[in-house]
């Protein structure tokens, strides 16, 4: 019986401690490698507006999150300041979150704006980069999208 207690106590440490240092992918669009943007480098989106896929070998990790860039400089900037490269929303679609929940985007359709990167879903059915810029209002977008995400990043939706 004390062994079975033992290790019962033993397996819920271990899944306790587990559950602890896990990455928390509930406010961050990641795959089960912990790969943010589906690859893409942050720092072309937001240095260059452009959407480029990174590569394995310019890669960091920041808060237990994979980041890809194309170029040993783009790393060294991102390493630099990583906060200013971050996609809003943990990288999911700002007009989901705008309308409360959260979607994983096309890595092609963004916004830079205010010196922040926007992604968005885009599928054979809805273009969410259109749809937030035909509201023509940013701000109030951004406003709601921003009140909605105190309460989505803590949910895996």
Partial sequence: ???LVKSTV???AIMVATTTFAQDNKANNIDNSNIALQGYSPVSYLDLGIAQRGLKQYKTEHNKIVYYFTSSDQKA???KNPD???PQFGGFCA???YAGAKFRPDPNKFIV???KYFL???NIELDAQQLWLAENNHNKLLSVANTNWK???KTYN
Avoid: T
């Fill in 151 to 153: 309460k989505l990043s």
């Fill in 95 to 97: 007009f989901g979150v």
């Fill in 120 to 122: 968005y879903l885009y």
């Fill in 113 to 115: 704006k205010d010196g």
């Fill in 10 to 12: 033993l397996i819920l």
């Fill in 1 to 3: 019986m004390k062994k």
């Fill in 84 to 86: 200013k490269y971050l």
């Fill in 77 to 79: 900037k991102f390493d």
